[in-house]
């Protein structure tokens, strides 16, 4: 009896502890023309949960993009390539390296409103597409 409590516990214990972890929430993306805008809804995520943010950016050539968060929702800690960008008040722009990019934040989204909590994303290249994903799993 002792030892089926205690494997019990221990079986509700890892899972407690490993789901979030394994909880991946596709954000979406999609491809940015040149001087256009994408906007990554915050609307799949749980309220009051912070979560850490993953954009895969990849474009053709080097180039630029505005970051900027919008409605009721919280970026903290934001970073492009490992350099800190804001995403607050009027956002910032980054610098976008031919290929592979990474923008990683915490995010965490307090509306219940669909599609109210969101990043924007602004291609400030005339002549550069790019392509972006984004997924969120909450942060322990």
Do not use: R, W
């Amino acid at each position: 009896m002792k030892k089926s409590v205690l494997f019990s516990m221990l079986i509700i214990s890892n899972s407690v502890f490993a789901a979030p972890q394994d909880l991946n929430v596709p954000l979406g993306g999609g491809t940015i023309a040149p001087n256009g805008e994408l906007q990554i809804s915050f609307s799949p995520l749980k309220l009051n949960v912070l979560y850490n943010l993953t954009c895969n950016i990849n474009a053709a050539n080097a180039t630029a993009i505005h970051f900027k968060k919008v409605g009721f929702s919280m970026i903290l800690s934001s970073t492009l390539n490992g350099s800190s960008i804001s995403t607050e008040n009027n956002g910032s722009n980054g610098t976008i390296n031919k290929g592979d990019n990474v923008f990683l934040g915490k995010v965490e989204n307090y509306d219940s409103t669909a599609n109210n909590g969101y990043l924007d994303l602004l291609n400030l290249d005339n002549s550069v597409t790019e392509t972006v994903s984004c997924s969120a799993t909450p942060a322990l």
